[in-house]
């Protein structure tokens, strides 16, 4: 069990360096701290009874769970009759006993972690999850080598942030308060969409900048000294009521009119005819390595591919600037409750335009009244893109479409955060892995279909929790295992004629439904999924 201290006296570094001074013991400001996180969903224990905490959202409710430490992994099963492993319906009826869900999952070398999921070669975490190589992670979701994350989401090589949200990624960021999408950034605060700059209040669309505040340029002698007095009053704020005005309370604020002369701008790397045209490619011979039939025109697949791809809401919504429909992902990054402030290619003229001198202000309310004319926000970016259809946060991405977070990744389509990977297909977190269809929230794995949580595996079908599998049907909770159905191991001859037969029921399906009966997360019934939403 990990102590107050271990993360109080981080906490107080932290609010040290962001706001010069501390601001109070850490157990002040939980639900503070907890609002922006992604929470993870919590079920109990079908042996214990004890909380287990699980990453993704669309698990049943009538689901069998397991701690990850509740595990028999030298548990044994009989092999199936040929009866019981003829077709999809009968083989899901026969191992039944056999699907149950893990979480508390912690992988890699770790110490120091509770009430979390799916965590990878990290010290020091608490209440979170999806977090890897990083240390001292609190309240916060979605973490890749980052280290003192105080309810933050979606970070990446990124240090010393409270309650921020996507920041860092392929640049790193650092000593970030309050601000969203910032990458090659340092010392921001209540900003958004930056990128390469550094010392910034309330300053919107900017790329390499410093000494701004509502984005007007100071020299550092005038930025020092309104800086100081903005910091001073935010510690006060903080330490007097245990919370400050947030990013999102300062977008949903009144917008005075604004009158840009728009023109239309091409973003770089946006070409979503080819991004078509090459996924299409990649996803025909996708599916005729996975599914052994080349299925054609991938939007007719669309809805089933994503159907379990946790965050995945692309909607579009009138840019309130251009008067022209934006890309927007309102369900994530706390953007459900703000409307008419998303904006798309038209940040570069945005970009433009700063407060006047009179309206920069060392009072902290002034200023939030004063910058919330400018307060707009863009799910718009992407860097050394190619080939791209719906650019929401994609970097050094080839033939993406309409992905979120596509980052160094080379042919996907419907999916949320694939990276380094190629021809990925309705996946959650795919990372380091290559020809994937449904597959979630897993690394270094190839030829997959309708996965969830596996790692060093190949050539698995219906898998849960795997690691070391290769060629593998309907295996939850092994390791090191091949031709194995169910969990145990076949004849080569045996385990491919199985496959074969499998692959044409479901090729058959998907053609003539572009959808399945079953997937990795409803396997118990095969009926449409009852989403759980047991937060904390």
């Given at each position: 069990?990990?102590s107050?201290f271990?993360?109080d006296?981080?906490?107080?570094?932290?609010?040290?360096i962001?706001f010069?001074?501390e601001?109070g013991?850490?157990?002040?400001?939980?639900?503070?701290?907890?609002?922006?996180?992604?929470k993870?969903?919590?079920?109990?224990?079908y042996?214990?009874?004890?909380?287990?905490y699980?990453s993704?959202?669309?698990?049943?409710?009538?689901?069998k769970?397991?701690?990850?430490?509740?595990?028999?992994w030298?548990?044994?099963?009989?092999?199936?009759?040929?009866?019981e492993?003829?077709?999809?319906?009968?083989?899901?009826?026969?191992?039944?006993?056999r699907?149950?869900y893990?979480?508390?999952?912690?992988?890699?070398t770790?110490?120091n972690?509770e009430?979390s999921?799916?965590?990878?070669?990290s010290f020091?975490?608490?209440?979170s999850?999806?977090?890897?190589?990083?240390?001292?992670?609190?309240?916060?979701?979605?973490?890749?080598n980052?280290?003192?994350?105080?309810?933050t989401h979606?970070?990446?090589?990124?240090s010393?942030?409270?309650?921020?949200?996507?920041?860092?990624?392929?640049?790193s960021a650092?000593?970030l308060?309050?601000?969203?999408?910032?990458?090659g950034s340092?010392?921001?605060?209540?900003s958004?969409?930056?990128?390469?700059?550094?010392k910034?209040w309330f300053?919107?669309?900017?790329?390499?900048k410093?000494?701004?505040?509502?984005n007007?340029?100071l020299?550092p002698i005038?930025y020092?000294?309104?800086?100081s007095?903005l910091r001073?009053q935010l510690?006060?704020?903080?330490?007097?009521?245990?919370?400050?005005?947030?990013?999102?309370d300062?977008?949903?604020?009144?917008k005075s009119?604004?009158v840009?002369?728009?023109?239309?701008?091409?973003?770089d790397?946006?070409?979503?005819?080819?991004a078509?045209e090459?996924?299409?490619?990649?996803w025909?011979?996708?599916s005729?390595?996975?599914v052994?039939k080349?299925?054609?025109?991938?939007d007719k697949?669309?809805k089933w591919?994503?159907s379990?791809?946790?965050?995945?809401?692309?909607?579009?919504?009138?840019?309130?600037?251009?008067?022209?429909d934006?890309?927007?992902?309102?369900?994530?990054?706390?953007l459900?409750?703000?409307s008419?402030?998303?904006?798309?290619m038209?940040?570069e003229?945005?970009?433009?335009?700063?407060?006047p001198r009179?309206?920069?202000s060392?009072?902290?309310s002034?200023?939030i009244?004063?910058?919330?004319c400018?307060?707009y926000?863009?799910?718009?970016y992407?860097?050394?893109?190619t080939?791209?259809?719906?650019p929401?946060v994609?970097?050094n991405a080839?033939?993406?479409?309409?992905?979120?977070?596509?980052v160094l990744t080379?042919?996907?389509g419907?999916?949320?955060?694939p990276?380094e990977?190629t021809n990925?297909f309705?996946?959650?977190?795919?990372?380091?892995?290559s020809f994937?269809?449904?597959?979630?929230?897993?690394?270094n794995?190839?030829r997959?279909?309708e996965?969830n949580i596996?790692?060093?595996?190949?050539d698995?079908?219906?898998?849960h929790?795997?690691?070391?599998?290769?060629d593998?049907?309907y295996?939850?909770?092994?390791?090191s295992i091949?031709?194995?159905?169910g969990n145990?191991?076949?004849s080569?001859?045996?385990?491919v004629?199985?496959?074969?037969?499998?692959?044409?029921?479901?090729?058959?399906?998907?053609?003539?439904t572009?959808?399945?009966?079953f997937?990795?997360y409803n396997?118990?019934?095969?009926?449409?999924n009852?989403?759980s939403?047991?937060y904390?």
């Amino acid at each position: 069990m990990l102590s107050e201290f271990d993360f109080d006296s981080k906490f107080r570094q932290t609010c040290r360096i962001l706001f010069g001074d501390e601001i109070g013991p850490l157990t002040n400001f939980i639900p503070y701290l907890t609002e922006y996180m992604q929470k993870p969903n919590i079920f109990k224990s079908y042996i214990s009874n004890n909380d287990v905490y699980v990453s993704g959202q669309h698990y049943m409710s009538s689901a069998k769970f397991l701690a990850f430490d509740e595990l028999d992994w030298k548990r044994k099963f009989p092999p199936l009759s040929i009866n019981e492993i003829k077709d999809i319906d009968s083989i899901a009826n026969a191992l039944y006993e056999r699907f149950i869900y893990t979480g508390n999952i912690v992988l890699g070398t770790c110490k120091n972690i509770e009430r979390s999921s799916n965590i990878i070669d990290s010290f020091f975490v608490s209440d979170s999850n999806m977090v890897s190589k990083s240390e001292y992670v609190l309240r916060s979701s979605f973490i890749r080598n980052s280290k003192y994350m105080f309810g933050t989401h979606d970070s990446g090589n990124a240090s010393f942030a409270i309650r921020a949200r996507c920041i860092g990624g392929p640049k790193s960021a650092m000593r970030l308060f309050e601000s969203f999408l910032i990458t090659g950034s340092s010392d921001i605060f209540y900003s958004s969409n930056l990128d390469g700059c550094q010392k910034c209040w309330f300053s919107f669309f900017q790329r390499g900048k410093k000494y701004l505040i509502g984005n007007f340029e100071l020299t550092p002698i005038e930025y020092s000294k309104i800086e100081s007095q903005l910091r001073e009053q935010l510690r006060s704020e903080l330490s007097n009521k245990k919370r400050a005005p947030g990013l999102f309370d300062l977008l949903k604020m009144k917008k005075s009119s604004m009158v840009l002369s728009t023109k239309p701008l091409i973003n770089d790397g946006c070409d979503p005819k080819r991004a078509k045209e090459e996924v299409e490619k990649a996803w025909r011979s996708t599916s005729s390595i996975l599914v052994g039939k080349e299925l054609s025109d991938i939007d007719k697949y669309g809805k089933w591919l994503s159907s379990n791809v946790d965050f995945y809401d692309i909607s579009m919504e009138r840019s309130p600037i251009s008067n022209e429909d934006v890309y927007v992902i309102k369900k994530y990054w706390m953007l459900e409750n703000i409307s008419k402030v998303f904006i798309g290619m038209e940040k570069e003229q945005l970009a433009l335009v700063s407060l006047p001198r009179n309206e920069i202000s060392s009072n902290l309310s002034e200023m939030i009244e004063n910058a919330s004319c400018i307060a707009y926000i863009s799910c718009y970016y992407s860097e050394k893109c190619t080939n791209l259809d719906a650019p929401i946060v994609s970097a050094n991405a080839i033939n993406a479409y309409k992905n979120i977070l596509a980052v160094l990744t080379k042919n996907a389509g419907f999916s949320f955060w694939p990276r380094e990977s190629t021809n990925i297909f309705g996946g959650t977190c795919a990372f380091s892995s290559s020809f994937c269809i449904n597959t979630h929230y897993v690394q270094n794995v190839n030829r997959t279909f309708e996965v969830n949580i596996a790692n060093n595996s190949s050539d698995i079908y219906f898998c849960h929790n795997v690691e070391g599998v290769y060629d593998g049907m309907y295996c939850f909770n092994v390791k090191s295992i091949r031709n194995a159905i169910g969990n145990v191991e076949y004849s080569r001859d045996d385990f491919v004629k199985f496959k074969k037969t499998l692959l044409e029921q479901i090729s058959n399906e998907l053609e003539r439904t572009k959808t399945l009966r079953f997937n990795i997360y409803n396997l118990v019934t095969g009926q449409k999924n009852e989403r759980s939403r047991s937060y904390y």
